[in-house]
């Protein structure tokens, strides 16, 4: 079956410009997860989405970073005036399970390189 | 907090050499353990997990123990392939989302 998307998979933006990345999980999945891999700091998590729940920010960075999931189905991260050290890879992952149970397995989708000039 | 903590690479190696990536980890409770790989150009990919003390998963060759008495889950492998040639990381699922240590290059030259 169709595995984890993202979209877009490159994109290259000015200092100061908003972005928006996609992640569509795997259909049926409840939890989903955005991580962030860069240089330096290895894979981090940002937030992660279960059912109809409030989801745990506790990741995010700052303030310029949200993220929403419409329908419990497609996410998407934003990142409002990026800086140059938001520049990494954003990757998606959904999971089966009922997030905070020992068991679920993530799936990750492709990634999005992100890269602010 | 939970933490997962990899040997750093490079790692190089001979084709057919015996491979060996170390992680240890510290968590509450009974957390389940990950290998995940990335091979060039690709996106995470889940090679092995573990849910449990004296559990071993394998895949492609692959292994590692759960060993809870010293809190480590080593992947090894008794012969690698150029193929094999990636970025291994070693996480970790508790009480929050996954753990990830930092990731372990291999490179296996023919």
């Known amino acids: 079956g169709a595995g984890v998307s993202q979209s877009p998979s490159n994109k290259v933006t000015e200092k100061g410009k908003d972005v928006e990345l996609r992640c569509d999980p795997i259909?049926?999945?409840?939890?989903l997860y955005w991580y962030r891999q860069s240089l330096g700091q290895g894979l981090e998590f940002l937030i992660y989405?279960?059912?109809?729940?409030?989801?745990?920010k506790s990741g995010l960075p700052s303030d310029r970073f949200s993220a929403e999931r419409t329908g419990g189905s497609v996410s998407t991260l934003t990142i409002q005036r990026t800086q140059q050290e938001d520049s990494a890879v954003y990757l998606c992952?959904?999971?089966?399970?009922?997030?905070?149970?020992?068991?679920?397995?993530?799936?990750f989708g492709p990634g999005t390189r992100l890269t602010v000039l | 907090g939970d933490s997962v903590t990899q040997m750093e690479g490079p790692v190089t190696l001979s084709e057919e050499a015996f491979l060996t990536i170390n992680c240890t980890y510290t968590?509450?409770?009974?957390?389940?353990l990950f290998w995940y790989v990335q091979y060039p150009g690709e996106g995470l990919q889940l090679l092995l997990k573990?849910?449990?003390?004296?559990d071993k998963g394998s895949n492609k060759g692959f292994e590692a123990t759960y060993r809870k008495e010293t809190t480590s889950f080593h992947l090894e492998k008794g012969s690698v392939q150029v193929s094999d040639s990636a970025v291994y990381f070693c996480?970790?699922?508790?009480?929050?989302?996954?753990?990830f240590g930092k990731g372990t290059r291999l490179s296996v030259i023919a």
């Open positions: 996480a970790l699922r508790g009480n929050t989302p996954l753990v």
């Open positions: 573990a849910t449990k003390a004296d």
């Open positions: 992952a959904s999971s089966p399970r009922l997030a905070g149970t020992p068991r679920d397995t993530q799936y």
């Open positions: 989405f279960q059912g109809n729940s409030a989801p745990d």
């Open positions: 259909s049926g999945h409840t939890a």
């Open positions: 968590a509450t409770g009974y957390p389940s």
